[in-house]
């Protein structure tokens, strides 16, 4: 499964790519909401220090759950007077949604394997056949760090030139 840093890249691409405007482009806040959601899932690796159990790739990980966050920051950006806050919790919707999508394409290493993706439509795991991404280890061992900086050097190399390419495509043309 992908870094945070693989996560994030994504949101910002999400961000990029939904932003009306260059202000709405270059608003941190936005920036940061967005890679923000595409991370949250994973908060679902501090549930296990409450009751000791794996929950990881479960109900975080699905539709259910985006669909969740997207309602979540509606109702917050709505309350905070933040513009646009319809479009604002469905783009933080497809944010989260990248992790997803991005899980789905990892190498899983850590039973149960896939992720919980239509959860609460369906229960089973789903995971890709083939890998795009490598996996995370969780030990301070050398060779977890080794690998863990090459997963996150590849996480770049793949997504860094979609998020520089949204970038242009989002920006305005100079005629």
Same mark, same amino acid.
């Given at each position: 499964?992908?870094?945070?840093?693989? #996560? &994030?890249?994504? /949101?910002?691409?999400?961000?990029?790519?939904?932003?009306?405007?260059?202000?709405?482009?270059?608003?941190?806040?936005?920036?940061?909401?967005?890679?923000?959601?595409?991370?949250?899932?994973?908060?679902?690796?501090?549930?296990?220090?409450?009751?000791?159990?794996? #929950?990881?790739?479960?109900?975080?990980?699905?539709?259910? &759950?985006?669909?969740?966050?997207?309602?979540?920051?509606?109702?917050?950006?709505?309350?905070? *007077?933040?513009?646009?806050?319809?479009?604002?919790?469905?783009?933080?919707?497809?944010?989260?949604?990248? #992790?997803?999508?991005?899980?789905?394409?990892?190498?899983?290493?850590? +039973?149960?394997? /896939? =992720?919980?993706?239509?959860? +609460?439509?369906?229960? /089973?795991?789903? *995971?890709?056949?083939?890998?795009?991404?490598?996996? =995370? /280890?969780?030990?301070?061992?050398?060779?977890?760090?080794?690998?863990?900086?090459?997963?996150?050097?590849?996480?770049?190399?793949?997504?860094?030139?979609?998020?520089?390419?949204?970038?242009?495509?989002?920006?305005?043309?100079?005629?």
């Amino acid at each position: 499964m992908p870094s945070p840093i693989g #996560h &994030a890249l994504a /949101g910002l691409i999400v961000h990029v790519l939904s932003a009306r405007d260059a202000s709405e482009r270059s608003s941190v806040p936005r920036a940061l909401l967005m890679a923000g959601a595409a991370t949250a899932p994973d908060l679902d690796l501090l549930f296990g220090f409450v009751d000791g159990r794996n #929950h990881h790739q479960a109900e975080t990980h699905s539709i259910g &759950a985006a669909a969740l966050a997207a309602a979540v920051v509606w109702i917050l950006a709505r309350l905070l *007077k933040w513009p646009r806050p319809a479009a604002l919790g469905a783009f933080a919707g497809c944010a989260w949604l990248t #992790h997803l999508i991005l899980d789905y394409l990892g190498l899983d290493t850590h +039973p149960p394997i /896939g =992720i919980m993706a239509l959860w +609460p439509f369906q229960p /089973g795991y789903f *995971k890709a056949p083939w890998t795009i991404f490598l996996d =995370i /280890g969780r030990t301070l061992e050398w060779a977890t760090v080794r690998h863990d900086a090459l997963a996150v050097g590849w996480e770049i190399v793949l997504l860094g030139p979609l998020l520089v390419a949204s970038w242009r495509l989002r920006a305005p043309s100079e005629a």
